[in-house]
């Protein structure tokens, strides 16, 4: 038996992402997709799918409107850019919480979880309704200018994933974030977890504390421990771990450096 699937979000990159990946797992069937409340309310009272792949923000609303206003509300997993309340989704059983970008791995993971659920006709979680009530609490109820939280300090956790457990990281103990193909993890001096977010995202939350060396290379500035001259006019950055990482240093990117550091 297919698992029926709906897509909602507003963004049709990301819904297109979301049908890509689908549409390479075997036993999936997208009943359709969305991108504001009403079409959503519409696709779920029409189509009444075994689960749903669930944005908070929209046009017209936001998922705790959509789940209210549809007949039965179905099995939700979010897929979505806040991470407030990434650790409280998943002590929720049934109910999954992907950051944006959602990596295959893990949308795989919520869709067997999904299914499971299905064979053993169990209903969808009480839970998302009160889950999503805190979650439109603590969104902003007006266009916040992003120009001051792109100034204001690093966020204090970010949320990564070694194995089954979620962990809360502290940036100031990242010594480095570093991108394989779609891939993005933290090194930390325990080892690594993987981040659900890309570098460039990463780049801009952490401005003034990190530094892009690299394409596939964020690095703590506080954790650099040399700059290392090579052949042809490259370098290589020492980092300060247990191993003495050297990391290439981009020639562009250490033109910044110097701007940053003077050396």
Not at 31 to 46: F, I, K, M, N, P
Not at 155 to 177: H, N, Q, T
């Amino acid at each position: 038996m297919n698992l029926r699937v709906a897509i909602v979000d507003d963004e049709k990159p990301a819904r297109d992402r979301l049908r890509r990946l689908l549409g390479a797992m075997p036993g999936v069937e997208i009943v359709g997709e969305a991108g504001d409340v009403g079409s959503a309310v519409d696709l779920l009272d029409r189509e009444r799918p075994d689960v749903c792949l669930l944005d908070v923000q929209m046009p017209g609303g936001d998922g705790f409107d959509v789940l209210r206003r549809v007949g039965t509300p179905p099995r939700v997993v979010f897929t979505t850019a806040f991470d407030h309340y990434a650790v409280r989704a998943f002590e929720v059983k049934s109910l999954d919480y992907l950051l944006k970008p959602v990596h295959k791995d893990r949308l795989r993971e919520a869709i067997e979880r999904a299914r499971q659920l299905v064979e053993q006709a169990a209903s969808p979680p009480t839970d998302v309704l009160r889950l999503l009530e805190e979650i439109r609490a603590g969104l902003p109820t007006a266009p916040v200018d992003p120009a001051p939280a792109r100034a204001a300090t690093a966020p204090m956790r970010i949320p990564a994933k070694r194995g089954a457990r979620i962990l809360l990281l502290d940036p100031s103990e990242v010594i480095w974030f570093e991108s394989e193909d779609e891939l993005v993890y933290a090194r930390a001096a325990d080892g690594r977890a993987m981040v659900e977010r890309p570098l460039s995202e990463l780049e801009e939350l952490l401005a003034g504390s990190f530094f892009r060396i690299h394409r596939s290379y964020l690095v703590n500035l506080s954790r650099v421990g040399a700059i290392v001259p090579e052949d042809g006019g490259t370098y290589r950055v020492v980092m300060k771990d247990e191993a003495h990482t050297p990391l290439p240093l981009s020639r562009r990117q250490a033109q910044k450096l110097r701007e940053i550091i003077p050396w």
